[in-house]
């Protein structure tokens, strides 16, 4: 039994903790075909496995959509990419050289994975223009946010992350009193002014009008191909609209891959999510 | 984008206001004490100048609670340790400065010395013969202490409840080492009977004016000070950090720094807070550790109103203005007047007595609330 199994990490100081730190530090590397490699992670709490032996790669540029029954794990693939949990077994690399086992949670969102939760998680009592000016890449020490103020192009930079997202209306409004919909958007625009290569996308239209929904849609298609963008959604129409490439997870691991007609076809993915929702 | 600098944390119409009050008050009650002869009806008597020059430090010791609580959500129950710590710093300076002037006329050791029967002066009393340096442990003492806890703590990402009971465990733990003896600071009795300060007799009203004059620019400056951290990135990161550290955590941000740093220089502002308290109330002991200090200074802040700065100073005047009232005429209920404030404002005045002021200027201008402003009015824990 290695140390790592005597003490959970939420358990002992930091320096205790085996393994917070990457292997290699170094820049991302994405000179391999993919840009994600999760290979054989298994994730178990309490003996349930959230996910089981998970095998999945994601290409740079795509844009590919996760969807599966509740449990299925789509949540806890998120958490092990982005360090919020550790896989028991398993490697999960970010280009070539980045172990994300090995990496903070901090250390990777500054390596280039930005995402957005599913409950919309902005600063409430920020206005979104300063919500960007938190979440724009850059030096993120003490010293530096104390003295360096914002530059001009820095400000040019936010106000058309704002236009793309179409929120620059309401540039100095409060986050916590934009609605529902324009919050999902505002994330979108603050994990885009990290400059991230992998987006991950959780449930984004989750609570959106119609007309939202497509506005949706269309921003996260203009987004792949520079980003490599990755979404968790329930809604089988909306994914159909957006999707090129689409993973079915099932009791934690892909249960099928491929085209959205090809998926959709298949007996396996009808019987245990297609079917239930109808 | 706005990312104040000094100028304009020092010239915008909240600080012009603020400061305006401030060394306007302190202006008159100088003049009043030193200008006008006693037998006047105008006199404003030394007494009243040293209290008002203690509530001052109090002012400063709550702005620097707003600071990390207000701002970061970090609710010390502990703050009074810093506090307490600044003030034995400066205490120590003093008590050196009494010379061969104390009861037993030893040239080198401070009376409770040589009471213990001590031949030397401990290690960690030399150098504090210098004010200089008697000044640089003000800072140094409360900010290292608050550097190196607030490390353990904040890395362990130790929050909430949690922190707040290890802050209050802090103070206990030092209260209890101050009063042994054998720890050199002067037992149960603290330090006291100050003779003078840079060679001015802590007795003459001069003396006292300049304390009061003093404390009104510390406070004047750690306003600024504030003012301006909080007007930068760093202080929308702390306020971020209060409202939804996870997120900030996966901006990129390394939350537990942003912690640890204005931990750190709400501590230091606590220990000059300290400092400039203790030759005006002339004695420090280990009482002020209590942990009911630290408790009642967060109901100063409470009560004016967190995350505004002035709050904090307006609340922390007026509690213990309240309390050398209340403590003149029934002193045995100033414990259950002073929870039951605190009740008071959580229930119906969270946002506190600032908070009531801001909300009523609104209602005036716009009756009818808004869907908006309702789901605006976000509460930080």
Known sequence: ?????????????????????????GQLDTGGKHILYMEDIT????????????????????????????????STLMDVITGKTRPDTGSCYFGQTLDLTRMTETEIATAGIGRKFQKPTVFPEHTALENLELAMAGPKGTWQALLQPVTRQQYDWMAQTLETVGLLAQKDQLAGALSHGQKQWLEIAMVLMQKPRLLLVDEPIAGMTRHEVERTAELLQSLAGDHSVMVVEHDMEFIRSIANTVTVLHQGSVLAEGKMQDVQNDPKVIEVYLGETG | MRHSDLTTALTDRTAKTFLGILFGAVLIVALLNLLVPAESGLHVSSYTVSLLGKYLCYALLALALDLVWGYCGILSLGHGAFFALGGYAMGMYLMRQIGDRGVYGHPELPDFMVFLNWEELPWYWHGFDSFGFAMIMVALVPGVLAFVFGWLAFRSRVTGVYLSIITQ??????????????????????????????????REDSTRVALLIASALALAGAFVLSRWITGTRLGRTVMAVRDAESRARFLGYRTEHYKLWIFTVSAILAGIAGALYVPQVGIINPGEFSPLNSIELVVWVAVGGRATLYGAVIGAILVNYGKTVFTGVMPEAWLFALGGLFVAVTVFLPQGLVGLAKSLLKRKRQPEPTLSDKEADHEPA
């Open chain 1, 1 to 25: 039994m290695s140390l790592r199994d005597t003490f959970r990490r939420d358990q002992v100081f930091g320096p205790l903790r085996p393994g917070t730190r990457p292997v290699r530090p």
């Open chain 1, 43 to 74: 994730v178990s709490f309490e003996g349930f496995k959230a996910l089981n032996d998970l095998t999945l790669y994601i290409e740079p540029g795509e844009l590919r959509c996760i969807i599966g029954p509740n449990g299925a794990g789509k």
């Open chain 2, 169 to 202: 465990a802090l103070t206990y733990a030092l209260m209890l080492a101050f009063f042994r003896n054998e720890l050199g600071f002067g037992g149960n009795n603290g330090l006291t009977d100050f003779k003078d300060i840079l060679g001015f007799s802590l």
